[in-house]
């Protein structure tokens, strides 16, 4: 550290960068924040990282008496310690201790540095003995800075404190100052004094602006002033810091990527903790808010865009919806405008909020479409983006209004949706007239008006469409839209009836030059002779059946002699006519006649065969109608006799068996059926045939046959109810047909397929039981009765009455099984062997009985007390009716039956006590069976207490 004297510098040492490292995590662990704030990282540029102010060299007495590079720290002191009482002076005497203070100081700190062993007693007491004993002297604030690094080297925060306090305090214009003052901040940030901190750092901005100190110093200060202002929940004051920060790093016009690596960082750390503290305020409101007051900034827009991207990450759609409408708000002519409301959009389709994200679309069309205000002033980028979404949203929008309108059944919603289909349409011709998709717009466009009968407008569109592209561009859909403007044509017409009539001719002159200019434009096109037709078509449009059989009869013999397929279509509309007219004979003539003029190669003469095929089915519903059953019948199974080939055939003979079911005809019924099944085993209604057979089964009481094809309903079904519910049919009729393997399969098949219902369940393992039992095969019976009892147990509060039944009688059966086993073990000698095996059998029959008694009804519960109690007097009766040892002596053989009544009393006096529990179920009223068993043993077990007789008195005559 210099003193002004004149030598050579004693080269100090460059501190190390470990214990910088430490200052900055000590600062680090203080900044860490609770709950879901995020910690402020350790970086370049910002207080973990900031250099010491640059360690000053001591400078010798004399020039030349600085040591060289080779020469240590150590010789170097000695030589000042030699020297210092040699010197008179006082002030060099001072300055002299000053260095030795200092060379102590940098020896100390390079040995903990080397080593990590603290000698820095030596440097500290120096350091304090000099400003003792100079309190005034000059450069004294010199001494407090390398006296607070050496407290700060030591970990003794709360002196390194002082001494920078002392510091800042007493020497304000020293050129140490801005960093004490930003160590205090630190220090007292760290401690969690953030108000103090605050104000230490506030104090540092102030003076680095001052002095035009070190950027680094400005920045840090201002940033962590933010930090600061955070921590004591003064989020909005704390945005303003963060403000002052991205001034300062991010000069007006600077992209993010052409500043330092350093500031990029710390950039991206601040637009996270805007984020972070717009988060705890008003988020949108509060960031909107904060740019009007400051003004806007050249990075306003890369903190909405960073803000906006936390949120998106944390989920937070709806808050990110809101930033961008704020940025739009405050700035609708930004070339980010377009974009954000494209974000919008994206992100309500992200958060699946998908209602409002029609209305977005169409808001985007208004705002920045080509009649917009937008517009007329958006730059050659906000240009190409927006129409980059136009020719995505105006088709989209258009088709969702068609599609919208289709579907409404509101006649006014219907028009007003194709009314903004069609101006989606059209703004899309608009904006994109040499679009190749332009000329399909158009003819989309045209379909919408006739949708709104707008006619007029339909026809100019299609018109377009037709003739004011080149053809080869818009290829077969010039002629289809030609075509499509006579139809509309066609349809303007109708509304011509209320014109006057010469409106009426002009309208008609109109048509007819519509006509003429499609037939002219496209004369290839197959479709142009039949608008030469027109003129018999629109009668037979019209409905005028009679007119259109006479005009037909006329056009037969038409001269010059129009198309060959023109004669056939005459005589054919002649034939749709009287069918309209209801002369079904009349009409299979005509038919017959159209047939009579065709090649046989004539592709048509498939139709008109099936129109044949029409007439006579026809005729067919007409005697049904008239509830002639027999010759309904036979005109249905005659469309196939006059044409096999026809769709209608299969269509025919469903009916007439359908005909003969409502007439209650079964037997025929059936035969029909049947032989439309094998007729016809790919029709789209084959797969109704198993219901209605099924049905003619059961009617003629042919079970098996009908659950047979309740079995087919079961592989058709299309729900898993309707699956279960055939399946559940077909059990029960296999059931009634006496077919018990049938039956077994379609019962086991239900129960494994169909857990669900229970009840249903319940029954169907039930009846599998049943049918095992019926069968003797008792394996498959009992686990059938335990899916009962699982079916309960596993759901014992879901169970109604008839389910706790069922698994009670289940367990009851397996009961009774288990109390079998155990009364078929005889107590033999070794007692010990025949009691062991039989003590188990009584352990399973009592679990299994108690088992059945847990499911609560009392016809079981009863049958199971009873059962537990004979269980246990029977062991005690078992014991005194075992086999004897031979070879016991008199006295022995006593002692014997002694023991074993001592060891049948337990028993005897458990199997008492249960059958008194199973009695006094009778004052609950129940008296059945087993109740009414109990007595009658207890009358055995204890005859005093149960075999009492009623003493009655005589009937008294007389008193004396």
């Avoid at 399973?844 to 059945?852: D, G, I, P």
Wanted: some cysteine.
């Amino acid at each position: 550290m210099s003193n002004g004297t004149p030598g050579k510098m004693v080269k100090g040492l460059v501190v190390a960068g470990a214990l910088l490292m430490a200052s900055g995590c000590q600062m680090l662990q203080s900044m860490m924040p609770a709950g879901d704030e995020e910690m402020p990282r350790v970086r370049e540029g910002t207080l973990a990282a900031l250099p010491a102010t640059e360690t000053r060299q001591v400078q010798g007495i004399e020039a030349g008496s600085g040591p060289t590079d080779d020469v240590s720290i150590e010789t170097v002191m000695e030589s000042y310690k030699a020297l210092l009482p040699l010197v008179d002076d006082p002030r060099k005497q001072v300055t002299i201790r000053h260095r030795l203070a200092d060379l102590e100081f940098q020896r100390a700190e390079r040995k903990m540095a080397d080593t990590a062993v603290d000698e820095l007693a030596g440097a500290i007491e120096a350091y304090q003995r000099l400003l003792s004993e100079y309190p005034e002297r000059e450069g004294n604030d010199k001494i407090y800075y390398q006296l607070a690094r050496a407290w700060e080297l030591r970990g003794a925060t709360p002196q390194q404190l002082d001494t920078l306090d002392t510091l800042v305090r007493r020497y304000p214009d020293s050129d140490y100052w801005i960093e004490a003052q930003f160590r205090r901040g630190d220090l007292l940030f760290i401690d969690g004094r953030y108000r103090e901190a605050e104000q230490a750092f506030d104090e540092v901005t102030l003076a680095s602006q001052e002095r035009m100190a070190d950027a680094s110093f400005l920045v840090n200060a201002h940033y962590m002033k933010g930090w600061s202002l955070f921590k004591q929940a003064q989020y909005q004051e704390a945005l303003f810091s963060y403000v002052e920060v991205l001034d300062l790093v991010m000069p007006e016009g600077q992209p993010v990527e052409d500043v330092d690596q350093r500031s990029q960082t710390l950039i991206e750390d601040l637009f996270r903790v805007v984020g972070l503290s717009l988060s705890y305020l008003d988020g949108a409101e509060t960031l909107q808010a904060l740019f009007r007051q400051t003004g806007g900034r050249p990075y306003e827009i890369l903190v909405y865009d960073r803000y906006s991207e936390l949120l998106l990450e944390r989920e937070q759609y709806g808050d990110a919806i809101d930033v961008f409408g704020a940025y739009i708000e405050d700035h609708p002519a930004s070339p980010w405008a377009p974009r954000y409301h494209i974000r919008i959009i994206d992100t309500l389709e992200l958060a699946g909020f998908t209602r409002t994200v029609p209305e977005r679309k169409d808001d985007f069309v208004s705002l920045y479409g080509i009649y917009s205000d937008y517009w007329q002033s958006a730059g050659p980028d906000a240009m190409g983006f927006i129409e980059q979404q136009l020719e995505q949203l105006l088709p989209e929008l258009a088709d969702r209004q068609y599609l919208l309108a289709g579907e409404s059944s509101d006649q006014q919603q219907t028009d007003d949706h194709y009314r903004k289909a069609a101006s989606y349409y059209a703004e899309f011709a608009a904006t994109f007239p040499d679009h190749p998709r332009t000329p399909e717009r158009l003819f989309l466009l045209g379909e919408t008006y006739l949708e709104l009968e707008d006619w007029p407008a339909a026809i100019a569109a299609f018109e377009r469409v037709a003739y004011d592209y080149p053809e080869d561009t818009v290829a077969e859909r010039a002629a289809e839209a030609g075509y499509a403007s006579v139809l509309a044509f066609r349809e303007y017409a109708k509304t011509w009836n209320n014109e006057p009539g010469s409106e009426q001719t002009a309208y008609q002159e109109l048509q007819q030059l519509n006509r003429l200019r499609f037939a002219n434009a496209f004369p290839d096109d197959p479709r142009a002779p039949a608008v030469y037709y027109i003129a018999l078509q629109r009668e037979f449009d019209r409905n005028n059946w009679e007119e259109t059989v006479n005009m037909a009869a006329r056009l037969v013999t038409w001269q010059p002699t129009p198309p060959a397929e023109l004669t056939t279509e005459a005589l054919l509309l002649s034939g749709h006519s009287l069918s309209e007219l209801a002369r079904y004979p009349e009409a299979e003539q005509a038919y017959r006649d159209a047939l009579a003029t065709m090649a046989e190669d004539d592709e048509r003469r498939s139709g008109v065969r099936e129109n044949l095929a029409a007439v006579v089915y026809r005729q067919a519903e007409q005697l049904a109608d008239a509830g002639n059953v027999e010759a309904a019948v036979s005109e249905f199974l005659r469309v196939g006799t006059v044409v096999p080939e026809s769709a209608l055939r299969a269509n025919a003979e469903y009916d007439a068996a359908s005909l003969l079911i409502t007439a209650n005809l079964w037997e025929q019924a059936i035969g029909v059926l049947t032989s439309f099944r094998q007729a016809f085993p790919d029709h789209e209604l084959i797969d109704t045939v198993p219901a209605k057979l099924a049905l003619a089964y059961r009617e003629t009481a042919q079970w098996e046959r009908a659950a047979d094809e309740l079995q087919q309903m079961v592989a058709l079904a299309t729900t898993p109810e309707e699956r279960r519910e055939n399946l559940l049919i077909a059990a029960e009729l296999y059931d009634q047909a006496g077919n018990r393997d049938k039956a077994i399969d379609t019962w086991r098949n239900y129960a494994n397929s169909h857990p669900e219902p229970a009840d249903v369940y319940m029954e169907a393992a039930n009846r599998l039981a049943e049918l095992y039992q019926e069968a003797d095969d008792t394996i498959k019976r009992d686990y059938w009765l335990r899916k009962q009892m699982e079916t309960v147990d596993r759901n014992p509060d879901a169970a109604d009455d008839r389910m706790r039944y069922l698994a009670a009688s289940a367990s009851a059966i397996l009961a009774r099984e288990a109390l079998a086993r155990y009364d078929s073990i005889r107590l033999t000698l070794p007692l010990n062997e025949s009691m062991t095996a039989k003590t188990d059998a009584l352990e399973r029959a009592v679990n299994a009985y108690k088992k059945t008694a847990s499911y609560g009804l009392s016809s079981f519960a009863t049958e199971a007390g009873y059962q537990i109690a004979h269980i246990y007097g029977r062991l005690g009766a078992d014991l005194m009716d075992s086999e004897r040892p031979t070879g016991l002596s008199e006295l022995e053989l006593a002692q014997y039956e002694l023991l074993l009544e001592e060891q049948a009393y337990p028993f005897e006096d458990n199997a008492i006590d249960i059958h008194e529990q199973n009695i006094r179920r009778a004052r609950e009223g129940i008296f059945d069976e087993w109740v009414k068993r109990s007595y009658e043993a207890l009358k055995v077990l204890l005859p005093g207490r149960y075999r009492k007789e009623e003493v009655t008195s005589g009937v008294v005559y007389e008193l004396d």
